[in-house]
Structures are given as structure tokens and as C-alpha cells.
Nanobody, 123 residues
Framework: QEQLVESGGGLVQAGGSLRLSCAAS????????AAWFRQAPGKERLFVSGMSGDGIWMYADDSVKGRFTMSRGNAWNTVDLQMNSLKPEDTAIYYC????????????????WGQGTQVTVSS
């Protein structure tokens, strides 16, 4: 069973930046499509950004385009989410997700989930 662990959350002022990282315990992310989701208090969990296993396909929600960038991490088993120009409405628990790479939308049908990391943006 694959396990995902997120890190890098915290408290930041509006306009600031954070970098989240997701580490897989067993496998290289090249075999997985990966994504970041977020869940604000009292809201449903929503897709933020996704990347195909081969790194060719990427997709991000309109709310974060131009501000958030997803990429492979420096280690073979990590993916990162660079978040710039953060806004108070970005406050949420951020979850990393992975699935064995396959065709189809990057916005859903993930098999593995991390426990989440809190991101809080103050105004």
C-alpha cells in the first residue's frame, strides 16, 4: 500500500509564498499521476492541480492558474506545489493524491491520499 506524506504547510501573510512537498513511501512518482486537492473549513475537497506520471500533462484549477505551480521534487519520490501570491481564500488543508498513471482527467479518481497539511493565509 502506497503512503503519501505532505509537508511544508504553515501560516503566511497574504501575498506570500509557500512550497508544499509530497513524498511517496514506496514508488517513484513517474508511475503515478499526482494531484493536489484542498479542503476549506465547512467546504468540500476540491481539485487544485494535477500532473501525469510522464510529466507531459498538467492541469490546474482556474482559481490558482498563474499563482501555483506543480512540479517533480528534487527526490525521485516527491512532487511539489509552489504557491505564490497567496490569498486568504487559499486557506485550507492541502492533500496530495496519487493513482497509477492512466489516460483520463487529472481532476479525479485518485487511489492514494496523504493526511493533509494546513495552509493558513492571513489578511
Amino acid at each position: 500500500q502506497e503512503q503519501l506524506v505532505e509537508s511544508g504547510g504553515g501560516l503566511v501573510q497574504a501575498g506570500g509564498s509557500l512550497r508544499l512537498s509530497c513524498a511517496a513511501s514506496k514508488n517513484n512518482f513517474s508511475i503515478y499521476d499526482a494531484a493536489w486537492f484542498r479542503q476549506a473549513p465547512g467546504k468540500e475537497r476540491l481539485f487544485v492541480s494535477g500532473m501525469s506520471g510522464d510529466g507531459i500533462w498538467m492541469y490546474a484549477d482556474d482559481s490558482v492558474k498563474g499563482r501555483f505551480t506543480m512540479s517533480r521534487g528534487n527526490a525521485w519520490n516527491t512532487v511539489d506545489l509552489q504557491m505564490n501570491s497567496l490569498k486568504p481564500e487559499d486557506t485550507a488543508i492541502y492533500y496530495c493524491a496519487a493513482r497509477l498513471s492512466r489516460p483520463g482527467s487529472l481532476a479525479g479518481n485518485y487511489e492514494y491520499w496523504g493526511q493533509g497539511t494546513q495552509v493558513t493565509v492571513s489578511s
